[in-house]
């Protein structure tokens, strides 16, 4: 692949700036979210924005997509300064944002979705006027000039033109008026082929989706393709993505690119945030780095590497490598065998699934999104209700005596001496408390300690050693948790399972949202657990890290085990096939990624 | 007897309609207003204290008009109760309040204000405005069949039908019922496609309280013929509960308002005891229960309630 060359301050390549962002700063409260930005973004580029998490990068996008309103700072489109009070005035620049949090009405058609709030023609009153007389003149001269000789048939009568008199001219004249009153309060109606007319737009950008269908009926991706339509419909010739292939599998991100790179081609600016680095170096012709609110600098995407964007970034050397330590003492800590669950509406969310979890291993769980890792982990947490099959976990402290957990609640298996701790997905709603401060986060896993009254002292001391230990940035220990940024949330969250020395870890993507520095805590977290011993089980959707960081790999696919393969032997490409592989053809993908192994990797992997 | 039966109550039903639909007006912009019995009665005050210096601005009682009569009564009441719209609105978007608290305190208000204002006010001439209220195409004592049932209603009756459909039009097929809808379901995506959700909040709320107000004039005018003795508040619950047993669709308010209307009038009708009549009376109330349990079991997403029903929206939270 060939990328433009730009040379910054020379003039090698002549470009025309789409959108100029100067010493652009916002603060919320105390904390500075953009401090002094300069940006610059050309027309028919991808831009990417890097930074960690709280650098800064969506909220500097979201100004220039109105949502926000900068409070010092200007903002030149086409060399001229322009006020954004309103996602309205960003429209009437032609900015289309696709927002991290789809936004999307669920119960509404795409079609309907894409329609949402454009732009009505102006009602000229003179003009509509003139119009209809011009439409009735030329109807009655065709009665007039009609010659039903010319047409013979049966029904010819229907084919006549509509003769107007003089007196229903002059009443719809009157009525004219009314119309345009009507038009203005948006008494338009919706035309029942609106869907029609929306899908033949898309047709010609190249989507293929039924824009006819409601959201809640749709996949992620066809989500983010309703998103990139309607900006599209609505005329942007920027367009802002914040974060688009957190959600999607490498498959439907290697489409996502094609369509940007169309897009790019066809003259549109396209910004990009992304946090992951070989996202950045396939789809962008420069890059923007963002740290701490500051602009830090602009570069050429074709003359820089991941190793240098990383340090620009966090501002010292990261190691980029996850060390992973050869697990010793494996024994059989957590046994899953045939479970099955269904959810609300009776469709099988998990079904026939069957793995170990071993000490001193970290067992990855890769899959699509919503392909029941959740249901997987809260079932085995005792949270989700299991229809079938067992969850047997095997007691270190009693010789490794087998103990039954399903369909027990998290009381009654910790009361049964299970030591499993959860990170769920959901961080300020199962995991954390948000409104409550650090020290009665901790308190929620040791409320039941303590006579008549609670033990604050030890979460105390527990949530200053979290803090300390862990980095975590907060103006001390008595701040809501919801207050703090997300990887700082997470920090909180792990710190404290961990703080109750498991033996069985379960994290559901500890990492999402989170930036590199902040990843990289978590995975060694996770490794130091992994070496004391416990039994981790990782959920992750970056197939990067669960190659770099997993022992072993169980892959599912709605609700099923499609395969488990070695972390240390496994390509990217067998995962992506794995995940997507559709029910009924297990056997017949087994092969072809046995192929695969055999093209690609040269020891050969092995399906475990 | 059934001719009567269903003419008085299509005529009781006209109160629910009109509480429901302004209420159903509301909530498509995702505000709950828990203050439509407040706000009904408010519209009661409004257009009673229209009709007084209505009244008081003639020589003579004969020289009312019922065209005026109703005219003036209704404009009052709208103002009157689009101004307790106005107070919830400026609560619930301007100041970002709880939207439960500010609408039981709009009907603790609009109950008690209903009960002082009109205690003091002077009713002579109400019962003649009432009987012009009142009046029908056709007179409802010398008709019968089906006749009486369509032709000898008031023109309050008609006029609630005919905004129930029209809401209903309005809300599924324009633009501007669009935008209402996207507003009450996602008011962010609403605010990030360009639409107004404050200025759509405000007017949704305003429209919908005056319309309930109505509701409120034609109890006291029409249905009682001006006696102002009786309060609206419990009524008005049962058009809240009305919105639910709709599930949100105005032009089944039309039929729910006279289901409801016929389970609240039948113990009249019916040769039954004291308690038998007060447990019919509460069949509404555990109809509407019934249809939240049956919409919330098998319910498909679009016969939920607006998804962001009783949220306050602010662009910048974090």
Redesign the interface.
């Given at each position: 692949m060939t990328y433009k060359q730009y040379q910054i301050g020379g003039n090698s390549v002549e470009k025309t700036v789409a959108i100029e962002l100067r010493g652009i700063t916002k603060t919320?409260g105390d904390v500075v979210a953009n401090k002094n930005v300069d940006l610059d973004v050309y027309e028919g580029e991808i831009l990417s924005i890097l930074g960690e998490n709280g650098s800064g990068k969506t909220t500097l996008m979201n100004m220039i997509?109105g949502?926000?309103f900068p409070d010092a700072g200007h903002i030149y489109i086409n060399g001229e300064e322009v006020v954004i009070k309103?996602?309205?005035d960003a429209?009437a620049h032609k900015i289309g944002?696709i927002?991290q949090h789809f936004?999307?009405?669920?119960?509404?058609s795409a079609a309907?979705?894409i329609?949402?709030?454009e732009k009505?023609p102006k009602f000229d009153l003179k003009e509509e006027k003139a119009k209809l007389v011009e439409a009735h003149r030329a109807e009655n001269e065709a009665y007039e000039n009609y010659d039903e000789a010319e047409h013979p048939g049966p029904l010819a009568y229907m084919a006549k033109p509509k003769f107007h008199p003089e007196k229903e001219t002059k009443r719809k004249l009157a009525l004219m008026p009314l119309v345009g009153i009507g038009r203005r309060?948006?008494?338009?109606?919706?035309a029942k082929k609106r869907a029609d007319v929306v899908q033949d737009i898309a047709n010609r950008f190249g989507f293929k989706i039924d824009l006819k269908k409601?959201i809640?009926d749709m996949s992620v991706s066809e989500k983010q393709t309703v998103e990139i339509i309607k900006v599209l419909y609505r005329g942007a010739d920027i367009l802002i993505l914040d974060e688009p292939t957190a959600v999607l599998t490498p498959q439907e991100i290697d489409k996502l690119f094609d369509v940007l790179r169309n897009m790019k081609a066809a003259g549109k600016s396209i910004i990009i945030i992304t946090h992951k680095l070989n996202e950045v170096m396939a789809i962008s012709d420069r890059v923007a780095v963002l740290r701490k609110g500051e602009h830090i600098a602009t570069v050429n995407t074709s003359e820089t590497n991941e190793q240098e964007l990383t340090e620009m970034m966090v501002g010292k050397k990261v190691s980029l490598n996850i060390d992973r330590a050869e697990p010793h003492d494996v024994k059989n800590r957590l046994v899953v065998s045939g479970l099955s669950a269904v959810d609300a509406d009776g469709v099988k969310v998990l079904d026939d699934i069957s793995f170990e979890a071993r000490s001193g291993e970290i067992l990855g769980i890769a899959g699509i999104a919503g392909s029941g890792q959740r249901q997987l982990l809260e079932a085995i947490a005792g949270l989700y209700k299991v229809k079938d099959g067992t969850i047997t976990y095997f007691d270190p402290a009693k010789d490794d005596a087998p103990v039954d957990l399903r369909s027990k609640t998290p009381v009654q298996i910790r009361d049964l001496g299970v030591r499993l701790s959860f990170v769920p997905e959901d961080r300020l709603g199962m995991g954390l408390v948000g409104n409550m401060d650090l020290i009665d986060n901790m308190m929620l896993r040791s409320y039941r300690k303590g006579f008549m009254f609670l033990d604050r002292k030890s979460p105390k001391k527990l949530a200053e050693t979290i803090v300390e230990e862990l980095e975590v940035v907060t103006p001390s220990t008595h701040t809501a948790v919801r207050k703090l940024s997300g990887g700082n949330v997470q920090k909180v969250l792990v710190g404290r399972e961990i703080a109750a020395s498991p033996s069985v870890l379960m994290a559901a993507y500890p990492v999402r949202g989170l930036d590199i520095n902040s990843s990289y805590t978590i995975y060694n977290l996770l490794n130091e657990q992994k070496e004391k011993g416990v039994a981790v089980i990782f959920v992750g959707e970056d197939l990067d890290v669960l190659i770099e960081l997993c022992d072993r790999i169980l892959v599912i696919c709605a609700g099923k085990v499609t395969g488990v393969v070695d972390g240390r032997r496994a390509i990217k490409e067998q995962i992506g096939l794995l995940m997507t592989k559709t029910a009924g053809d297990v056997d017949e993908n087994q092969m072809s990624i046995d192929d695969l192994h055999d093209t690609n990797n040269d020891e050969g992997g092995e399906a475990l | 007897m059934f001719w009567t039966f269903l003419t008085s109550t299509i005529k009781f039903s006209t109160l629910f309609l009109y509480g429901s639909v302004g209420e159903t007006i509301t909530e498509k912009s995702g505000h709950l207003n828990l203050g439509i019995p407040g706000i009904m009665c408010l519209g009661a005050i409004g257009g009673c204290y229209g009709v007084r210096s209505y009244i008081d601005s003639l020589g003579s009682l004969s020289q009312m008009s019922g065209f005026a009569v109703v005219l003036v009564g209704m404009i009052c009441a709208f103002l009157f109760a689009a101004l307790g719209g106005m107070i919830f609105s400026f609560f619930t978007v301007t100041l970002r309040c709880n939207q439960n608290i500010t609408g039981l305190t709009i009907t603790t208000f609009g109950v008690a204000l209903n009960s002082l204002m009109l205690s003091k006010i002077d009713k002579t001439g109400f019962y003649e405005a009432g009987r012009l209220f009142s009046k029908g195409i056709v007179d409802a004592n010398t008709t019968d069949g089906l006749v009486k049932v369509l032709f000898s209603q008031s023109a309050l009756v008609y006029i609630a039908i005919a905004i129930a459909i029209i809401t209903a039009i309005v809300i599924k097929r324009t633009r501007v019922g669009l935008n209402l809808r996207a507003v009450g379901e996602n008011p962010a995506t609403a605010d990030a496609a360009g639409i107004s959700v404050g200025k759509y909040r405000y007017l949704a709320t305003l429209i919908g309280s005056g319309i309930a107000g109505f509701g409120g004039l034609f109890f006291i005018m029409d249905y009682l013929t001006g006696n102002i003795e009786y309060g609206i508040d419990t009524y008005g619950w049962l058009a809240v509960a009305l919105v639910i047993f709709t599930i949100w669709k105005p032009n089944w308010a039309i039929l729910g308002s006279i289901i409801f209307a016929a389970l609240y009038r039948a113990p009249s009708y019916l040769n039954i005891g004291f308690t038998e009549r007060e447990v019919i009376k509460m069949l509404p109330y555990i109809v509407t229960v019934l249809v939240l349990i049956i919409t919330s079991i098998f319910g498909r997403k679009s016969v939920q309630p607006p998804a962001a029903l009783g949220t306050t929206y602010f662009r910048e939270e974090r």
């Open positions: 919320f997509a949502i926000y309103s996602p309205k429209f944002m927002h936004k999307l009405v669920d119960t509404f309907d979705n329609i949402l709030g009505c309060i948006k008494f338009n109606w919706l409601k809640y | -």
